[in-house]
């Protein structure tokens, strides 16, 4: 039985779904901690708590929470041998999406033989030879859909602001200025005045 070399490449490759696998498991992190926070009263929010709670309790999809904690599990489990993973079944450890999530940011725990030296720079040789690039995709996609669901969650409790909002709002006044510096203001006023 002949092996199959991991090209340059691959490797290549590999790494930078793992590191926007990883930026997408950050992002989901961020808002998922934050919209605990709030849950718990340790976050300000600028609606009244109660109505905070609700829509956030509400918005949450432990169906995406589910497939995401399997899917990172599986990942570590074949990437991480010997490590000892929290439960991935959200149904007797809720926090199991973000346990796992922490895991493959940064790293096994401390107390784990895995955690010394540079654990990650051996993951992209270990995707691409055990073909785990597909798991690294799905997380990334999974991660990004609940994401949103907790960010959209945020906003409406009151403890984010949508700043993609006023993105837009500044990009279109930005062309206002521009059309009004252009002559749409010579027109405007011409128009006005007869």
Known sequence: MTKALVSKTDVQRAKVELDRMRGSLKSWLKFRTLNDAVV???????????????VITQSRDW??????AKQIYVLLSETLPGVQLPDPDIATNPQAAVQLAKIAIDGPPS?????QGAWYLSWPVLIVGGLLLAITTTIRSVADVAKDREEKAC??????????FWLKA???????????????GERVKKALKG
């Open 40 to 54: 718990t009263g340790t976050a300000p929010t600028k609606k009244p708590r109660k109505f905070a709670v609700e």
């Open 170 to 184: 500044g990009g279109i006044a930005a062309l206002v200025y521009v059309a009004w510096q252009m002559g749409l």
């Open 63 to 68: 169906g995406y929470e589910q497939k995401l």
């Open 111 to 115: 107390s784990s033989p895995q955690a």
């Open 155 to 164: 906003i409406q409790a009151g403890a984010c602001t949508d700043s993609g």
